[in-house]
């Protein structure tokens, strides 16, 4: 009963979803017209936080861009964007408890960008470092439900 009534919400809110999913075997990003950059990187770090997860570095990516494009004549693609690296002790200890090589997935890193005409939060999927891996798909669903989240 419960998955059929989490199926049904997620379902209803994806209907009426003023966003786009786009998704593929590397990355899973949502398309955000409505909202601003500044309202979209508000309500992503509300919620990295009340996941209990900790902001560990960012990275102003779309000023760095800037720079460099206007040294070389070029124009920059990103007009804001920011890598937030993220990380939370006790989900990395299950990570190096599965596998420690999983370290090299450690900090997390979501993405909140916009181009001229759109605004995007993203973050590049995990995948199994060795077959019987399983954390790769915990890290996923709980970066897809932080993004999803924040939009709500």
């Known amino acids: 009963m419960k998955k059929f009534i989490s199926s049904l919400l997620i ?3 994806f209907a009426f979803a003023k966003y786009e999913i ?5 990355i899973y990003t949502i398309k955000i017209d ?5 309202q979209l990187y508000v309500d992503l770090k509300s919620e990295i936080e009340f996941n209990s997860f900790v902001v560990v570095h960012e990275l102003d ?3 760095s861009t800037k720079e460099i494009a206007e040294y070389l004549d070029k ?24 596998n420690i090589e999983n ?12 181009d001229k005409n759109h605004r995007y939060i993203s973050f590049r999927k995990y995948h199994k470092l060795r077959n019987n891996d399983k954390i790769a798909d915990d890290i996923n669903m709980k970066l ?3 993004l999803l989240d924040s939009l709500n």
Not at 75 to 92: D, E, P, R
């Open 11 to 13: 379902f209803t809110s």
């Open 22 to 26: 786009i998704e593929n075997d590397y």
């Open 34 to 38: 409505d909202t601003s950059f500044e």
């Open 61 to 63: 990516l779309a000023k």
């Open 75 to 98: 124009q920059a693609v990103l007009n804001k964007g920011k890598n937030i690296l993220i990380c939370k002790s006790s989900f990395t200890l299950q990570m190096h408890e599965e």
């Open 103 to 114: 370290i090299t997935y450690c900090p997390l890193n979501i993405s909140v960008y916009s």
């Open 144 to 146: 897809k439900k932080i």
